[in-house]
């Protein structure tokens, strides 16, 4: 039986591959408006919430000022609902003009001189998910005009015939390669497509001049999203493994779960921090999808940790797996570029023991649970350093295996292993 390594270079052997820009080696850091703003285009009664410039401006400030864009995040994602419902007499797409009277270009360059990037959204599809004008049949104009408006980062969702990704997707990164500007490429084409990666035609995907992509279903504000992308990452991740990579033999790619709900109230700290956890050792983007003027002490110190983010942003890019199949507690892990590993320890228990009589109502919460890992089934002998990325702070050497003690409900202890010479 062919490997799926094998079976991803069969692929992609014999299509062009878009070279990746050097600032997307590894996974994308920033923000996103859409898990929070949505299409709110009601500025007259919500004018700090609606998609306009000034929530984008708002939110740029808040990221140079607010600490993230120190600790790596650095781009500012619009979602869709920022067009004006029609294109121009010349077919160029234009912004909302009442909502972004400056003009999209006047936004960029406001934050680039804050030392942002600018991402901004459009479909391969006559309109996009929220009924707006998209790119389908346009695709040079728009590269162009978005070029000229100095996006760095393009997210291209469907909202439209699957038929017409295969055409249209290509047709998009010719486009943006034809306008010289270096502009990455993200594209939602994956997550159009079902739940089995193994039969999406990453050939074509990858040959489009994708330089990520989304997979799956979209994050919803609740723990029952994150860990249906969890289990479906960890069932898939063998084979996803194979098509992400900083620099493999066709370019640089990544496996985007979609945005971190950290910092919004409907997940709990542990919950934020399980997130945090796997989104780096899974190699994703870190985009987040909250609210930078609102969020917590506690939710910036998941966030900030300079340590995860180092996970996250190892050069290797090799992407971490769940060891064996989906169970109540789980051990997730990433080989680094230094030799190092990345472990995360998750207890992910739903189960509950107690009463069952009918009506009552379990308490919120669960079991805390002991997690072991053995040191030989990801890798690694001898004795092992043991480091807890949450508290950055050594915890001791160990030799075959190593136990987090009471890892909370919902939560992963996190760590990184430094084999001993």
Same mark, same amino acid.
């Given at each position: 039986?062919?490997?799926?390594?094998?079976?991803?270079?069969?692929?992609?052997? %014999?299509?062009?591959?878009?070279?990746?820009?050097?600032?997307?080696?590894?996974? @994308?850091?920033?923000?996103?408006?859409?898990?929070?703003?949505?299409?709110?285009?009601?500025?007259?009664? /919500?004018?700090?919430?609606?998609?306009?410039?000034?929530?984008?401006?708002?939110?740029?400030?808040?990221?140079?000022?607010?600490?993230?864009?120190?600790?790596?995040?650095?781009?500012?994602?619009?979602?869709?609902?920022?067009?004006?419902?029609?294109?121009?007499?010349?077919?160029?797409?234009?912004?909302?003009?009442?909502?972004?009277?400056?003009?999209?270009?006047?936004?960029?360059?406001?934050?680039?001189?804050?030392?942002?990037?600018?991402? &901004?959204?459009?479909?391969?599809?006559?309109?996009?998910?929220?009924?707006?004008?998209?790119?389908?049949?346009?695709?040079?104009? /728009?590269?162009?005009?978005?070029?000229?408006?100095?996006? /760095?980062?393009?997210?291209?969702?469907?909202?439209?015939?699957?038929?017409?990704?295969?055409?249209?997707?290509?047709?998009?990164?010719?486009?943006?390669?034809?306008?010289?500007?270096?502009?990455?490429?993200?594209?939602?084409?994956?997550?159009?497509?079902?739940?089995?990666?193994?039969?999406?035609?990453?050939?074509?995907?990858?040959?489009?001049?994708?330089?990520?992509?989304?997979?799956?279903?979209?994050?919803?504000?609740?723990?029952? %999203?994150?860990?249906?992308?969890?289990?479906?990452?960890?069932?898939?991740?063998?084979?996803?493994?194979?098509?992400?990579?900083?620099?493999?033999?066709?370019?640089?790619?990544?496996?985007?779960?979609?945005?971190?709900?950290?910092?919004?109230?409907?997940?709990?700290? /542990?919950?934020?921090?399980?997130?945090?956890?796997?989104?780096?050792?899974?190699?994703?983007?870190?985009?987040?999808?909250?609210?930078?003027?609102?969020?917590?002490?506690?939710?910036?110190?998941? &966030?900030?940790?300079?340590?995860?983010?180092?996970?996250?942003?190892?050069?290797?890019?090799?992407?971490?797996?769940?060891?064996?199949?989906?169970?109540?507690?789980?051990?997730?892990?990433?080989?680094?570029?230094?030799?190092?590993?990345?472990?995360?320890?998750?207890?992910?228990?739903?189960?509950?023991?107690?009463?069952?009589?009918?009506?009552?109502?379990?308490?919120?919460?669960?079991?805390?649970?002991?997690?072991?890992?053995?040191?030989? %089934?990801?890798?690694?002998?001898?004795?092992?350093?043991?480091?807890?990325?949450?508290?950055?702070?050594?915890?001791?050497?160990?030799?075959? %295996?190593?136990?987090?003690?009471?890892? @909370?409900?919902?939560?992963?202890?996190?760590?990184?292993?430094?084999?001993?010479?």
């Amino acid at each position: 039986m062919l490997s799926a390594r094998l079976i991803v270079l069969l692929f992609v052997g %014999s299509v062009s591959s878009y070279k990746m820009n050097p600032s997307t080696n590894v996974p @994308p850091m920033g923000w996103m408006s859409w898990e929070i703003f949505r299409c709110d285009i009601d500025c007259s009664t /919500d004018p700090t919430n609606c998609i306009s410039e000034n929530l984008y401006k708002a939110q740029t400030d808040a990221m140079a000022t607010g600490g993230f864009l120190a600790a790596g995040y650095n781009s500012i994602h619009m979602d869709d609902c920022w067009m004006q419902t029609q294109r121009t007499p010349n077919g160029t797409l234009v912004a909302d003009p009442k909502r972004f009277p400056s003009g999209m270009q006047a936004l960029g360059d406001y934050m680039h001189a804050r030392g942002v990037l600018f991402a &901004l959204y459009t479909a391969e599809s006559t309109t996009t998910c929220a009924g707006y004008p998209a790119s389908k049949g346009y695709e040079s104009v /728009d590269a162009n005009t978005f070029a000229a408006w100095g996006v /760095d980062y393009l997210k291209v969702d469907g909202c439209g015939d699957n038929d017409y990704y295969p055409t249209g997707y290509p047709k998009m990164g010719a486009a943006l390669r034809a306008t010289g500007r270096e502009i990455v490429y993200s594209c939602s084409w994956p997550a159009y497509l079902g739940d089995n990666e193994t039969q999406k035609p990453w050939g074509q995907i990858i040959g489009s001049g994708c330089n990520l992509w989304r997979n799956w279903l979209d994050i919803q504000c609740n723990s029952d %999203s994150l860990f249906g992308i969890i289990n479906h990452w960890g069932d898939y991740g063998a084979f996803m493994q194979t098509i992400a990579a900083p620099n493999g033999t066709y370019g640089g790619h990544f496996n985007d779960p979609d945005q971190l709900l950290i910092g919004n109230t409907c997940i709990t700290d /542990d919950e934020a921090r399980t997130q945090m956890a796997i989104w780096s050792i899974i190699a994703a983007p870190l985009i987040m999808g909250n609210d930078m003027r609102n969020v917590s002490a506690t939710s910036k110190a998941i &966030l900030f940790n300079k340590e995860a983010i180092a996970v996250n942003q190892d050069p290797l890019g090799r992407q971490g797996l769940r060891l064996g199949p989906q169970n109540t507690t789980e051990v997730w892990y990433r080989q680094l570029a230094n030799g190092d590993v990345a472990v995360g320890l998750l207890n992910k228990d739903s189960s509950y023991v107690g009463y069952n009589k009918p009506g009552f109502v379990p308490p919120s919460g669960g079991p805390s649970a002991n997690i072991t890992v053995a040191f030989n %089934s990801i890798g690694l002998s001898g004795s092992v350093k043991v480091r807890d990325i949450w508290a950055q702070a050594d915890v001791g050497v160990f030799t075959g %295996s190593f136990t987090a003690v009471n890892v @909370p409900w919902h939560g992963t202890a996190f760590y990184r292993f430094t084999p001993k010479a």
